[in-house]
C-alpha cells in the first residue's frame, strides 16, 4: 500500500501503480511548448464562439447544450489549466465548476436539469476528480457521494442499447477514487450493481465477434439499420472506452478472465481492425486493417486515458508501450500542429484532404477535413484530453514508496517517497525523437527509495545507470533502481533507436524508430475553405456575422487560423520503397536535430529518415483515397529516386504503409 497518495482500499485488490495527482507532473522541452500550442489553439478559445459551449446548460444556460459537450471539454481544459498553471485557462473552467457544483439535489442527481441521462454525468465525476486532486475542495467530495447514494438507492439503468450502458465502466473509475478517500462501501454496492447490470465488455473481448472486413461488409449492417443495439458494439469510442473495462472491474471482482480479457482487447483489435501508431480501423465502426480506412479522433484520446488506467491497475509495460504509440502519432497526426483544427477521421495511407465521398463505414463526407466541427461535434468537444492526461501519467508512485517512470517525455514529477521525504525528478530528454533520458534527483536531505523505470518491448540492448553504476534491464519490464538518492544524483538511461519495420495491409512494410512511425513527406497545400461547417450546416462568414451568437467566430474565423481545410498534394505519393524488411539500417539513413517550437509542424520534424524507392503509377486515387496498397513485393522499372520520412505525427498527408519493391 502506498502511503502517500490515496490507492485501493479493501477489499479491491490492489493496483500496480498509483496515479499522481494532477499537477505533480509538469511537462518540460517540447511537450511543454505542445501544451501551451493546445492551450492557445481550441482547447483556450473554444468557450468563446462554439455554441455548444459558449451557451452551455454546464455554466447556469438553461437553453444551452445540456448533455455530453460541456463535460467532454472540461476534462481536458481543466487538467491543461492546472499542469500548465494557467491562470487564464482556470478562469474559463471556474464558472462551469462552481455551477455543477452547485447543481445537486436532493435525491444525489447533479447537472442541468435538462439531462436525465446517466452519461454525461459520468464524464463531469471525472471531471471533478481531477478538479478536487488540483485545488483539494471538499464540496467535489460531497456531490460525489450525493450522486453514488442516488445510484445504489436507485434501480440500475445501463441499457445495452444506450451510451450509458456501454460506457457504464467509467462510473466506476470516479466509484473507486472516491471509495479510496472515504471508505464508504455504499459505493462498492453502486458499482456493483453497474457491473452486473451493463454491457459486458470483458466477454466481448475474449469472445470477439466481429473478426470480417470492415463494417460494410458485415452480414449484420441491415440489422444495425433497423436496431440501434447492434450499433454500440461495433462503435469506434465504445470500444475504445471499453478497453479500460477488463482493468477497471478487474480490481472489484478479481476474475481472472478479465485480467486475460484486458490483453486479448489488444490483440484481437490489432489482429482484425489493427492500424499504424497502435490504433484499431474505426470510421464510426469498426473498420479493418485497409490504410485508407480511418481511425476516429475520440478513440484514439479515449483509448490513451483507457491505457493509462489499465497501466495503473495491471502494470505491463505492454501497455504503457501502446499508451506511447497513440500518444507520438496518432493523437498529433490527426489536429493541426497549431491546434486549431482536428480531423475526425485520419487515415495511414492520407494522400488528400476534402469534402467527398469515401470508403467510410457509415461517416459523412466532411469526416476527412481539418476543421472546427467536421462530421459530427463530438471530437470538438473531447479532443482536449489526450496531451494534458498523458503528461499527468508519465509518471505514478508505487507500493514500495517509489515512484515509476511508466511513459517519457520532458518533463518535471514532485512527489512523495521513502517516509514522506519530498523529491523533485526532472526528466532531461528530447525523447520520442531521441533515446537519451536523463532523471535528475532534487532531495532536501540524502533518502533511500526505488525508482522504476520502463524498458520498452522494443528497446533490446537499453542501458540504465544510476550513479554510473549499470542496472539490469529486460526489454518488456521494468528496471528497478533501489538506492539512497541525494541532490543531483542521475539516473540515465539509453534506449537504442533502432530502426524497425512492420509487416502491414498486402505485405506492406511500415518503418519505426522507438514509438514513432514514419510517413512519406509529401508536399502540402492548406485550402481553408469559405465555410465552417457547424451543427449539420455550413455557415460562411456573411452568415456569422448576421447571426449575433456566431459573430466571434466571424471574428476569429478573420483573424486566427479558425476554420475548415482542404489539404492537396503537391508532389507525388505513389511510392514503394527499396528496403531490406530484416536490416533496414542497410537501407536507409537517419537525420536527427532538436524539435522545433511547433514539435509536430513538417518542417520542424526532429527526425528524417532517408529511403530509396520507385513511383508505381498503376497505384492511383479510388474513392477519393488512395487505391489499394499494391500487393508486396511490386515488380517496378521506374527510376530509382530519393525519399524523405518523417514522423506521422508531422503529417497531414502520408503514406505510411508502403509497397515493397521486389528488386
Known amino acids: 500500500m502506498n502511503r502517500h497518495y490515496p490507492s485501493n482500499r479493501d477489499p479491491l485488490k490492489r493496483t500496480a501503480f498509483v496515479a499522481l495527482p494532477i499537477g505533480a507532473v509538469r511537462p518540460l522541452g517540447w511537450l511543454r511548448d505542445q501544451l501551451t500550442i493546445q492551450a492557445d489553439g481550441l482547447t483556450g478559445h473554444l468557450d468563446e464562439f462554439w455554441p455548444s459551449l459558449a451557451n452551455s446548460a454546464w455554466k447556469g444556460d438553461a437553453a444551452g447544450e445540456a448533455w455530453e459537450r460541456g463535460p467532454y471539454f472540461l476534462d481536458g481544459a481543466v487538467p491543461l489549466a492546472y499542469i500548465l498553471d494557467d491562470a487564464r485557462l482556470k478562469a474559463k473552467v471556474r464558472p462551469y465548476i462552481e455551477w455543477t457544483l452547485a447543481s445537486g439535489r436532493p435525491d444525489g442527481w447533479f447537472g442541468p436539469a435538462e439531462n436525465r441521462d446517466r452519461w454525461p454525468l459520468a464524464v463531469a465525476m471525472k471531471v471533478l476528480t481531477q478538479y478536487y486532486e488540483a485545488t483539494g475542495d471538499e464540496r467535489v467530495i460531497t456531490i460525489l457521494k450525493n450522486y453514488f447514494a442516488y445510484l445504489r438507492d436507485n434501480p440500475p439503468d445501463w441499457p445495452d442499447k444506450d451510451w450509458r450502458g456501454v460506457r457504464a465502466m467509467d462510473n466506476a473509475v470516479s466509484g473507486f477514487w472516491l471509495y479510496n478517500r472515504t471508505g464508504d462501501a455504499g459505493i462498492l454496492r453502486a458499482t456493483e450493481s453497474i457491473y452486473r447490470n451493463s454491457f459486458d465488455w470483458g466477454t466481448y473481448f475474449l469472445d470477439f465477434p466481429y473478426t470480417a472486413g470492415y463494417f460494410a461488409r458485415f452480414p449484420y449492417r441491415d440489422e444495425w439499420k433497423k436496431s440501434f443495439r447492434a450499433h454500440h458494439p461495433t462503435h469506434v469510442v465504445n470500444i475504445a472506452m471499453g478497453i479500460k473495462y477488463p482493468a477497471v472491474w478487474y480490481q472489484q471482482f478479481g476474475e481472472d478472465r478479465l485480467k486475460k480479457a484486458a490483453y486479448q482487447a489488444l490483440a484481437n483489435l490489432d489482429t482484425h481492425h489493427g492500424q499504424v501508431g497502435g490504433r484499431f480501423g474505426g470510421d464510426e465502426h469498426l473498420a479493418g486493417r485497409c490504410p485508407t480506412q480511418g481511425s476516429e479522433l475520440c478513440s484514439i484520446v479515449e483509448y490513451m486515458f483507457s491505457l493509462e488506467k489499465t497501466i495503473e491497475a495491471l502494470g505491463d509495460v505492454i501497455f504503457a508501450d501502446r499508451l506511447e504509440l497513440l500518444a507520438y502519432n496518432g493523437n498529433p497526426g490527426t489536429c493541426t500542429p497549431d491546434y486549431w483544427a482536428h480531423q475526425y477521421d485520419q487515415q495511414a495511407n492520407q494522400v488528400l484532404v476534402s469534402i467527398a465521398r469515401r470508403q467510410w463505414s457509415t461517416n459523412g463526407d466532411t469526416s476527412n477535413v481539418y476543421g472546427l466541427e467536421p462530421n459530427f461535434g463530438c471530437c470538438t468537444a473531447n479532443m482536449h484530453q489526450g496531451w494534458p492526461k498523458f503528461v499527468a501519467h508519465l509518471w ?239 515488380v517496378c522499372a521506374e527510376p530509382t529516386v530519393d525519399l524523405e520520412l518523417i514522423p506521422y505525427g508531422n503529417t497531414r498527408l502520408r503514406i505510411t504503409e508502403f509497397p515493397v519493391i521486389a528488386e
Open 396 to 634: 505514478m508512485a508505487t507500493h514500495d514508496q517509489g515512484l515509476a517512470a511508466v511513459a517519457f517525455g520532458p518533463c518535471q514529477v514532485k512527489a512523495k517517497v521513502a517516509d514522506g521525504a519530498e523529491v523533485t525528478v526532472t526528466e532531461e530528454t528530447d525523447y520520442p525523437f531521441d533515446g537519451t533520458i536523463r532523471f535528475v534527483l532534487e532531495t532536501a536531505g540524502p533518502v533511500r527509495f526505488p525508482l522504476h523505470v520502463r524498458i520498452p518491448a522494443w528497446a533490446d540492448g537499453a542501458r540504465l545507470t544510476a550513479g554510473g553504476v549499470d542496472v539490469p534491464t529486460t526489454a518488456g519490464r521494468f528496471a528497478v533502481v533501489d538506492r539512497q538518492w541525494k541532490a543531483g544524483d542521475t539516473a540515465v538511461l539509453t534506449l537504442p533507436m533502432k530502426l524497425r519495420t512492420e509487416t502491414r495491409y498486402n505485405n506492406a512494410v511500415s518503418i519505426l524508430r522507438g514509438p514513432l512511425y514514419f510517413a512519406l513527406k509529401i508536399g502540402e497545400r492548406f485550402e481553408k475553405l469559405d465555410k465552417i461547417k457547424l451543427n449539420d450546416r455550413f455557415v460562411d462568414l456573411a452568415a456569422m456575422k448576421a447571426d449575433p451568437q456566431l459573430h466571434k467566430m466571424a471574428e476569429l474565423f478573420e483573424k486566427t487560423p479558425l476554420g475548415d481545410y482542404a489539404i492537396h498534394p503537391t508532389t507525388p505519393w505513389n511510392y514503394g520503397l527499396i528496403v531490406d524488411r530484416a536490416h533496414p539500417e542497410k537501407s536507409i539513413t537517419v537525420e536527427t536535430r532538436k524539435p522545433g517550437r511547433v514539435p509536430f509542424e513538417q518542417a520542424a520534424a526532429a527526425v528524417t529518415l532517408k529511403v530509396k524507392g520507385r513511383a508505381i503509377p498503376e497505384w492511383t486515387l479510388r474513392d477519393n483515397s488512395a487505391g489499394e496498397t499494391p500487393i508486396s513485393p511490386v
